[in-house]
């Protein structure tokens, strides 16, 4: 769908001057396409006729797009807590949407249960996604003249974009093109956040923890399955993750609504994580971050 090579802009936060990949501009209005693309035309490559999906919205929407592109039928399990605007969008891509009770846990069970019968276009655990989201590094380091950016702020859920950006650099620094991977920094929702909890810790996986409620539904994520890949992506790039709170993802929504971004409440929880990086201090380095979702998909969530 012409997809990619969205705009990197540059906005003054907290008196530091960061670039922003506008990636709400994608085609379903969430960065998650750049995966869909790659996971979906695989799929076609191989012929397949139907896939499940699981997600909490935004990667079905993405799934179920590329899939009607495709002419692939789809089944998205989602968590019946989902943002309605989300799933009006699943089914208006022609895709069945199966609504779970529960946590977005059970929802995956669910999928799983299916993907035993159907091909699973999972986001999460098939690794064409990642070659999909990847672009957003080689895109970044293109609009900053075949520069990598010392720091990104990034958000982490199950850490698709996140581990798609890392491996992005790796390639890039492999290839001789880079001279240092940039040093990675991930945002989690403080009332769901285990890999910052393992990452404090210092353990090489993650454990249970007790999930709250978030407005952030997008990256509410208890039990990421690539975790173990996340925390050594950190460690390898001299990067931490960040907790923030259901306030500072409100301030955050707001004052970018003011700067003229409409984004979705999972997207500005990646902005209170920038806003915390930044702290107070002036920064020389370059910092790149990212806004990954659009507010309209949400925007009953934020009434
Ligand atoms: C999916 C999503 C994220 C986080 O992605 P993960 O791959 O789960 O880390 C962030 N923002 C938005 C808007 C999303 O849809």
Redesign the pocket.
Known sequence: MNEGFTPLEGIDLNGNCVLLKIDYLFPTG???DRGATVLISKMKEWGVQKVVEDS????GSAIAAYCAKTGIECDIYVPQYTSPGKLVQIQAYGATLKRVKGSRERTAEKAMEAASKIPYAS??WNPFFLHGTKTFAFEVWEQMDWRAPDTLVL????????LGVYMGFKELKEAGRIKRIPKLVGVQSASCAPLYQAFKKGWKETKQIEKRETIAE??A?AEPVRGKQILEAIRDTDGEILAVTENEIGVALKEMGRKGHFI?P??AA?IAGLKKYLGKKRHKETVVSTL??MGLKSAGKML
Do not use: V, W
């Open positions: 969430s960065y998650k909490s919205g935004n990667a986001h999460c958000p982490i859920g199950h850490g698709t974009l996140f997008g990256i994520i979705e999972t997207s990646t990954t979702g």
